[in-house]
């Protein structure tokens, strides 16, 4: 089965920080990775699919990259909102499986 | 404006059966694959089922297969998942999703928009 890993478990930084989180696959899947920010209390946000493409109405600090089985989610200038933990998702096989995701925190 | 609301669910005894509604709305209903993913509490996101915009193919992960049914009524713009033996593991917040394909990569899809979730708690 697909394993999907994502580091850091956590991460801490201050406003106007460049953040950036890794999501790898135990095999290729291509570009098949979709970025979720999910809040307390709150359902899942997507902000990247296909590994690089910006949704719409997310802002352009959030960025991704990566094929094959390493991936990259980079916040340019970490804001206040955007804590949260970030979870990876795989769509290439069946089952969708999701990183076991990344909490942001704001010094 | 697209959304997705659940509902159904509850506390519920282990080996009992609960049925949870997504209802839809703001969007061409028929059109689009939905999905259910559940939450533990404290945990990460685990994917459960889909079906098909036509309901002609739903899969599921291992987890529930045999236990849970997913299935929709276009008419009434909603989908369902009917859960049958319960267990103490299943409790979690559910979540629906539509699923929305790439334009330019159609093989490639992503869940556009959620519901708020409903919580689960199987426990004796």
Redesign the interface.
Known sequence: DMQMTQSPSSLSASVGDRVTMTCRASQSINTFLNWYQQKPGKAPKLLIYAASSLQSGVPSRFSGSGSGTDFTLTISSLQREDFGTYYCQQTYSSPIIFGPGTKVDIK | QVQLVESGGGVVQPGRSLRLSCAASGFTFNNYGI?W?RQAPGE????VA?IWYDGSNK?Y??SVKGRFTISRDNSKKTVYLQMNSLRVEDTAVY?CAREEI?IA?P??????Y????TLVSVSS
Do not use: I, S
């Open positions: 999905h993913v990460g996101l685990e994917w889909v899969y992960a291992d979540y790439v990569a093989y490639e899809y992503y869940f556009d959620w519901g708020q979730g």
